[in-house]
């Protein structure tokens, strides 16, 4: 595989999302919800139960799981602060298509089903916000599912980094580097996300480490350039 230099091109590190719901739509829910806390590996929804609630994320990261027929797990995406989860039971009034779990320690704003309902009727704003919230993440879903079927491995998984990092990854703080995050993700998570096997995280964190483009520390995956890892991930 080329170093990320040698690679063609400057690359785009991805924007930013914007966070779905303006500050008044997120006072909204605060005030007609209740606050709750989770700890790192407690269930939040699980797969098959009734859409009884969404919840707001305020703190923390979850990811949202699913389980094949043949026993596998797979990680369908990992949300954050500002996100809302399990509005797509709640709406379609089916069955949790998913399981979502705390990666660390959660604080959330959790609404029953009936008011969230209620809420989109009667404040078409909020309605419009959680539709486009959606649709994004219907975006995300597709580009992950091309993703997988046009680049290696290695790719995917720099990919899935570079995507982390930049929702989810906090300042490095180095100095000259203004891309640089910092972020706690497993490498099974990592696996999961990316479609392919821990031991193929493994060889390709290794190679990113080989060539600067990430460091690990206990529970942490440094990435000190964004720029460089979206070279290296042909973005």
């Not at 785009?12 to 606050?35: N, Q």
């Not at 570079?162 to 989810?168: E, G």
Request: hydrophobic share 40%.
């Amino acid at each position: 595989m080329p170093r990320a230099a040698d690679r063609a091109g400057d690359a785009e590190v991805p924007a930013k999302p914007i966070h779905p719901f303006s500050s008044d739509e997120v006072r909204l829910i605060r005030a007609t919800g209740r606050t709750r806390h989770w700890q790192q590996g407690a269930v939040l929804f699980l797969e098959g139960d009734p859409p009884d609630s969404v919840v707001l994320v305020e703190e923390g990261l979850v990811k949202i799981t699913a389980e094949s027929d043949n026993g596998y797990t797979s990680i369908l995406a990992i949300r954050g602060p500002g996100e809302l989860i399990g509005e797509m039971a709640c709406i379609d009034n089916r069955p949790r298509s998913a399981t979502v779990t705390a990666m660390h320690a959660v604080r959330g704003t959790t609404l029953a089903s009936e008011r969230f309902l209620a809420l989109l009727e009667e404040h078409g704003p909020l309605a419009l916000s959680v539709l486009r919230s959606i649709a994004v993440r219907l975006r995300d879903s597709d580009g992950l599912r091309a993703d997988h079927g046009a680049f290696p491995a290695g790719i995917r998984v720099a990919r899935v980094l570079l995507d982390l990092a930049v929702r989810h990854g906090s300042d490095l703080g180095l100095p000259g580097r203004p891309t640089g995050r910092v972020l706690s993700v497993h490498q099974h998570e990592l696996a999961g996300a990316a479609g392919t096997s821990r031991e193929s995280v493994v060889r390709a964190l290794r190679q990113l480490q080989e060539h600067g483009l990430v460091f690990l520390s206990r529970g942490h995956t440094h990435v000190p350039d964004l720029r460089a890892l979206a070279r290296w991930a042909g973005h």
